[in-house]
């Protein structure tokens, strides 16, 4: 990736031809194509976009997600908030259903196989989170801050809440990515779960730089609208500065072979038990339980019940007919 900063002087077409990935940002931004030799700052002035904003979005993503090129002040809240709203339009009308598509297509090879009906039992559960994860951002954080825009201070909402529960909603596609490549059975027509694969991994890396985005140019910027909002009705902010720093993946050791006590847990939860119920029937603690349900799911990387299901009808740990476990 290029990890050039452009400015405003900038051809668009130099921007597009460095990095493609940016075409997702300018259409997100509304931005079409056919701009000719024109520069970044006379493309999104013709298209009625704030230039500032756009640029703070794509030196961040191409810089490698370092916010050291702007600052707050630089960025138009709501045309920043337009650009998460089209991209969550992106996501749940457009590359989600079409990588169901390609799925069904790949299950239709193979329509006996288990395996494959419990990935798309999978993509359709994770499909439904992201869906729940946007509607509230669309409901009720973008209309907080619509609010925040107008001078009004909500007292019963603030961004901090919206941080204390951001979930990375890429990270169950990793797990299905990843249970795709380790388990769907081999036939003969590979080329359409290969296809399937690389939008899986596009749609990824594309939602965990949407996170990032909110993470780290829409939340500091609200929180910096909320010290302005606060101090113009004379009262202090009602909550203090959430620091956002960007946490480092913890490279996790799955390597290790699973003890045969985890073989039974995995066994009773695609069966459908409790923990409750695990820990009667192997005379253990539930504590001991969950103890072990952690350890599992650090070794195998699988935390949904769907795809331990998966794994465990793979490795003949359970039968297709005991499996009782839904998502």
């Known amino acids: 990736m290029s990890k050039k900063l452009y400015s405003p002087t900038d051809k668009m077409g130099d921007l597009i ?24 700052e006379e493309v999104c002035k013709s298209n009625s976009v704030d230039c500032r904003t756009f640029l703070a979005v794509v030196n961040f993503i191409n810089k490698g997600y370092s916010r050291t090129s702007f600052a707050l002040e630089d960025i138009s809240i709501q045309s920043l908030m337009n650009y998460l709203k089209k991209a969550h339009h992106y996501f749940l009308d457009f590359q989600l259903p079409n990588i169901r598509r390609k799925l069904l297509e790949a299950i239709d090879c193979s329509m006996d196989n288990d395996v494959t009906f419990l990935i798309l039992r999978f993509f359709d559960g994770y499909v439904q989170e992201v869906r729940k994860h946007m509607n509230y951002e669309d409901m009720y954080v973008f209309t907080y801050v619509e609010h925040l825009l107008q001078g009004q201070k909500d007292e019963e909402y603030c961004i901090d809440m919206f941080v204390r529960h951001h979930d990375h909603i ?27 694969l690389f939008d899986i991994f596009n749609c990824e890396k594309d939602l965990a730089s949407h996170n990032k985005v909110e993470d780290y140019l829409f939340v500091p910027a609200v929180l910096h609208l909320e010290k302005e909002v606060a101090s113009r009705v004379h009262e202090a902010p009602k909550v203090e500065t959430v620091e956002v720093n960007e946490q480092e993946e913890v490279n996790k050791d799955i390597q290790d072979d699973l003890s045969q006590r985890e073989k039974e847990i995995i066994t009773c939860v695609v069966k459908g038990m409790s923990n409750k119920e695990i820990a009667e029937y192997l005379y253990i603690s539930i504590h001991t339980v969950i103890t072990h349900r952690r350890n599992i799911a650090r070794k195998l990387q699988i935390h949904s019940p769907t795809l331990l299901t998966v794994y465990a009808i ?8 005991e499996v009782k476990v839904s998502i």
């Not at 460095?18 to 970044?40: A, E, H, K, T």
Request: proline letters at 3%.
């Open 170 to 196: 890429d990270e169950k596609l990793t797990e299905l990515k990843n249970s795709i490549i380790k388990y769907y059975p081999a036939n003969q027509n590979a080329h359409v779960m290969n296809a399937v």
């Open 17 to 40: 031809c460095d990095n493609y990935s940016l075409l997702q940002v300018m259409s997100r931004f509304d931005l079409p194509l056919g701009f000719g030799d024109y520069s970044v």
């Open 314 to 321: 793979v490795n003949k740990l359970v039968d297709i007919s």
